[in-house]
């Protein structure tokens, strides 16, 4: 640990939400975590408070010019009641990338892994039992500057909050209404697709209320240049099972690299599965479904951990994957990767850290 | 006038700040404006008060998901001191423009026309007076729902705010030097590009720092899909004058349809210059250069009015243009548009409005 992080502890607790109504990312903790930067003193005063209101100018560039990255991670209680995070050091490297791309000042790695545990750790009797919920862990960065040049902001703020989540899944894994989107598109190769920053959400909202309206889940996205590659589904990556062997998009540089993206590949990998990272079309998605090739679809990512894809409609094209059922490889990476989330069998990629 | 607009007066004024230092978007008036939406009431509470922080929860959508859109135009004081805008309607529709496009709830365009007036009349006194200085006007909305669900804000903030900013050019009309980006990408067809979203401005941060470590002030995006197209410069779009025509890229849906842009296109048509809305190829631009026809390049925008352009550089081919000095149009078009703005000449276009 690089820096001492202070501790300033609520006087009265907060009740806990029910636990049958948790829903996502609209209850949050007793306390948070906090640091500033600036030009002379770096990222300085990190410590944990009581989770409060922030006061910012009107004229701080976050508002104005979009200069704000964050991390979605979670925190799970296994049955022996031990706390594990599953690969953070990951989630804080990619907070990293994103703020190079975003000309933010970096972060110290260490520190924010340390002021991570810390909170959780702290806030443990948040993070609920129910089999399927988490703590959901949210680091974000935001410039904070009051100035309306167009600039890389002088001031950020840092912070952690954490937020009890309930079960993705009802009961068991329920595939997804997927339609592929030919007219918006989410990013392009040298914009800023392949960071976690918040104008590729805000920008994606359009498409996802269109896709919702002809009673789709999710968007599929295609490349914005020749929009013929698949790239991603709104905050997930895509896999697809043919005859046998795993396709999933190369990091192209417009699509996120997901941490359970890149767990899936190694944990396929290790099981002898031939996995495939390269550009894929979705014309050749579609000849080989109709050649009756497909297997399983399947979308990965914190949230849902795997979402298996039912269909996938493209240009009036309507393809029913696997008969609308989860398929047996979604099933078991799902399986393997919650039992090792969950400290339920020996992690042997040893991607949990215990808090 | 639709709704009561509620006045709070601040108590004590803020000291003006020095004229001769006044620099782009640092110094804020005395009051702000400020209302609320959400689904039941819908934007309620419309209210000019004293300049103040904002208060918000850190779970709250714009430092997450960006939605958030802006607008910048300027209240000019004239030698006879009365206070002119220049067409503060078209930048109010734009900001309608940019939320639909972000999923944004639709503002009362007269109503917030209405608080640019009501806003800039109490603040009278902060119009500096000094030659080239003005009041830029800030109005923008984020969205303020505490929910880390990806998805449309239920709530959000539109305000105003103002400040008082110094003259763009010392004395006289100053080339830029720019440089043509070949890597980064702002924006692509099906984005965002032609709305004023704080995303666009976040993702550009790389390339101008990146121009402005070789030498040159701005930057010139190329299109995204096929980087052969010119788009536009930094904050400002882009005009060509080659053998007596002028060309300027059509509004394709990746750039921002600049409301100098409209007005200059205007002026020159009036004067029987031929103008023309097109794609242009960086490759025919460097063409022309060197078959010795471009005679002028310059920026048009709210902050310099008219940016002539010195110097172009593209593939390491550096392209002078006219010897590095101001065009004849160039500075007949800065001179006529910025007399119509203070009102030294009756403006045949109707653009102004009196305040
Ligand atoms: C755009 C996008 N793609 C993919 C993912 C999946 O990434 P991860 O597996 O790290 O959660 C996410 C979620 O973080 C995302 O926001
Ligand atoms: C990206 C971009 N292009 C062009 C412009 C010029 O637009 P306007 O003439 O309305 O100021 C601006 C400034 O508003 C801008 O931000």
Not at 112 to 128: G, K, N
Not at 318 to 341: C, W
Request: charged share 25%; with cysteine; hydrophobic share 40%.
């Amino acid at each position: 640990m690089n820096q001492l992080i202070e501790l300033k502890r609520v006087t009265t607790k907060k009740d806990k939400p029910d636990l049958s109504s948790l829903g996502f990312g609209k209850h949050f903790t007793d306390h948070m975590f906090v640091m500033e930067y600036d030009k002379e003193k770096g990222w300085h005063d990190p410590r944990i408070t009581p989770y409060e209101p922030l006061v910012l100018d009107p004229a701080a560039a976050v508002f104005h010019y979009g200069q704000a990255i964050f991390e979605g991670l979670k925190a799970y209680r296994t049955s022996d009641n031990r706390v594990l995070l599953f690969r953070p050091s990951k989630n804080i490297h990619r907070l990293n990338v994103s703020s190079e791309r975003m000309s933010m000042p970096p972060l110290d790695e260490e520190l924010v892994l340390e002021a991570v545990q810390q909170l959780i750790d702290l806030e443990r009797d948040w993070i609920p039992t129910k089999e399927g919920t988490s703590l959901y862990i949210r680091p974000f960065v935001i410039a904070t500057e009051s100035c309306l040049g167009v600039k890389p902001a002088l001031q950020y703020k840092f912070m952690i909050i954490l937020s009890p989540v309930g079960a993705y899944y009802a009961n068991q894994l329920q595939p997804v209404r997927i339609f592929v989107e030919e007219d918006y598109v989410r990013a392009v190769r040298g914009g800023v697709g392949a960071v976690k920053t918040g104008g590729n959400y805000a920008a994606s909202l359009q498409a996802q209320l269109k896709a919702e309206k002809l009673g789709y889940d999710q968007v599929l996205w295609l490349d914005g240049v020749e929009k013929k590659y698949v790239e991603e589904v709104g905050s997930m990556n895509i896999f697809f099972k043919i005859k046998g062997e795993v396709f999933t998009p190369a990091l192209n540089g417009s699509i996120l690299g997901g941490i359970t993206r890149d767990s899936v590949i190694e944990m396929l990998r290790s099981w002898n599965v031939p996995v495939h990272e390269r550009r894929i079309t979705i014309q050749e998605v579609y000849e080989a479904y109709q050649r009756g090739e497909i297997e399983e679809v399947f979308g990965t990512g914190t949230a849902a951990v795997i979402s298996p894809v039912g269909e996938l409609s493209w240009n009036d094209e309507r393809m029913i994957i696997n008969n609308f059922e989860t398929g047996e490889l979604s099933m078991k990476i799902y399986q393997e990767m919650t039992d090792i989330q969950l400290g339920r069998i020996p992690d042997p990629y040893q991607w949990t850290v215990e808090v």
